[in-house]
């Protein structure tokens, strides 16, 4: 029988993985294989192991001299550098490590170009073209097809707000200053707007902030024309989905992008105000100062909520769910992101994304729901950690922690595991 002490990885690309390979690490230090696994081919004792792939298995394992062994069917990422490491991980063909000296390195097919004369690293995680380390001091730097491909995205630290949209990602620092990250040629990549700014949304292929002087700025494309602003417009708060925008000001509605679905906005209740816009994929629903919602635009199904009382709103596709100001969560829409939800109350925080939500427990920890449709990890929330903030995307989750630090499961955000 065997001591299995840290059983690592099933498949890192469950969305490309043709099978199933699974390795174990025993306290003794030897790696136990099965399913599409193969042993190693050179001696132990090894301390970590990793491995990407089904059929086309790329493994790496880090010994407890610092030394590395890779193997498996990929043979472009078997030839190692002649260094020693503290951590290292495997992409589809390829591999990155942490040396003790310093620095991030990776080897094999595709390889991004990473940060061989950099500070000390602590942690790194390959995906898909892309590979994330964390420093020493914490910060987040990220390199390769997947990113800025610049080799110095700083995500980790003094973040106030995220959100994710298609094949993009975008922050907004303590100081209100934004940063996006993503497909290199993706147009919210290329066009951040400088300066500072509060209230970041994001959604689709476009994102919207305020500046100081509450003027709606957004950036990114969208042919239904969601990222081009009325001019002047100014707002107490915006809104994004990926057809429209929406922003209110003094309790007036303004929306903006796909014309069937900005269509009809409905007055408040009687004696109320509306103070918060929910932009979904073809509807939108408003949040009144009394904590009632009503929803309208060009979908077949506008979901109805109740009178709540809600807190907040989130919104992503076409899914939303409120928060009650009791604590509990609704969410009308059928499928998994409804059938799944939580019971009973407590919540402080909710974010839906592609086809799941996740919220924030009484004592800040996150419990994700629904499906997780790509295999992309976007449910599996890290162990241990509490947030203040949560955000959802198409493929990551992302929380903030009490320091101010952005956290991130799923792709590309894996690193933050």
Not at 357 to 374: F, I, K, Q, R, Y
Request: hydrophobic share 35%; proline share 7%; aromatic share 8%.
């Amino acid at each position: 029988m065997c001591d299995i002490a840290l059983l690592v990885c099933i498949c890192r690309s469950v969305a490309r993985s043709p099978g199933d390979a699974r390795l174990g690490l025993r306290s003794d230090g030897e790696i136990v294989c099965w399913g599409l696994a193969s042993q190693p081919t050179e001696p132990g004792p090894f301390v970590e192991v990793s491995v990407y792939g089904g059929e086309n298995l790329n493994a790496c394992a880090l010994r407890s001299d610092g030394t590395v062994h890779c193997w498996g069917t990929v043979g472009s990422a078997h030839e190692v550098p002649a260094r020693t490491f503290t951590r290292v991980d495997t992409g589809p063909a390829f591999a990155c490590g942490a040396p003790t000296d310093g620095g991030i390195v990776c080897w094999g097919a595709d390889a991004p170009g990473a940060d061989p004369d950099g500070p000390i690293y602590v942690d790194v995680s390959a995906g898909q073209g892309h590979a994330c380390a964390r420093t020493e001091a914490g910060d987040i730097r990220c390199f390769g097809a997947n990113q800025t491909g610049e080799g110095d995205v700083a995500v980790g630290r003094d973040a106030a707000r995220s959100g994710g949209g298609n094949n993009f990602y975008c922050w907004q620092r303590i100081d209100g200053t934004l940063g996006c990250t993503g497909r290199p040629d993706h147009p919210a990549v290329l066009n951040v707007p400088d300066g500072v700014f509060s209230g970041l949304v994001v959604a689709g292929d476009h994102a919207c902030a305020l500046d100081p002087d509450q003027r709606v700025v957004c950036w990114g494309s969208g042919p239904q024309g969601q990222h081009v602003v009325p001019e002047g417009l100014v707002a107490d708060s915006v809104s994004v989905g990926n057809t429209l925008s929406c922003s209110v000001r003094d309790g007036v509605v303004t929306c903006w992008g796909h014309g069937p679905d900005i269509e009809g906005i409905p007055d408040a209740p009687e004696g109320e105000t509306w103070v918060e816009t929910c932009a979904a994929w073809s509807f939108t629903c408003l949040l009144s100062d009394a904590g009632k919602v009503r929803c309208f635009g060009g979908h077949p199904r506008i979901p109805e909520l109740g009178d709540g009382p809600f807190e907040t709103l989130s919104c992503f596709n076409n899914n939303v769910c409120g928060l009650g100001r009791d604590g509990t969560i609704t969410c009308p829409d059928s499928g998994a992101v409804r059938d799944n939800a939580p019971e009973g109350g407590g919540y402080t925080a909710i974010a839906v994304g592609a086809q799941y939500a996740c919220a924030l427990d009484a004592g800040g920890a996150p419990v994700c729901w629904g499906m997780d449709v790509h295999g992309f990890g976007t449910m599996n929330a890290p162990p241990g950690w509490t947030f203040e903030g949560l955000s959802a995307g198409f493929n990551n989750t992302c929380g903030i922690t009490a320091d101010d630090e952005l956290v991130c499961w799923g792709i590309p955000m894996r690193f933050a595991l």
